[in-house]
């Protein structure tokens, strides 16, 4: 057991690098919508979700808390109308914040979830944690701003505007579907095993580990990036 909590943390950690990259705003995406049509929205949408890991890493969190795929799609469904109220609204309207800050608080809710998962709020707090299903949609439409402010980042010009929001938004979502579908499996696949205590253990210590690092990262980034 300790071996596989040590093998497990070392390939977590290993991954810790590809985290501070998550999701950026770059000039070829650009160049995609300039070139493409509405599909190209949908494409990009798709790419940026994927490669999220915030968002990513806080989903994976909520999985582990869950039992049954009917339970998942309920709670991945309240996550999903909670960021595509921000996303769609947020972006219409223009309203704006810091992609920095907006990213912080995003990192905080990997952190929570991590904090949640190993009993946190019990062990340290001794309280119970708040309700799951309220806190992910309040998660989600936080998330939701922060693709917002990523997708207005991006010149999208004035034609078909609201249009080009929505398409991105449905590539969020089937951006969002892809990335968990091998997330939800590997989690069930592994709830059978020997070595899942472990496995959950040094995962959600991990969350809270990455939580961290990305919340300073983006206050650093706020203070002293261009």
Known sequence: MPNTKKYVLSGLFLLFPLLLLAHGVSPSDQEILDKGGLLSYIYVGAKHMITGYDHLLFLAGVVFYLNGLKDVVRFITIFTIGHSITLIGATYLGVKANEH????????????KGFENLGGFEKYMKTKSPNLLLMVFIFGLIHGFGLSTRLQSFDVGTTQFFSKIVCFNIGVELGQVMALIPIFFLITIWKSKKSYSAFYKATNFYLVIAGIGLFLYQIYGYFYGN
Do not use: E, G, N, Q
């Open 101 to 112: 800050l907006i990213d912080a608080v995003i990192a905080l809710s990997v952190l929570y």
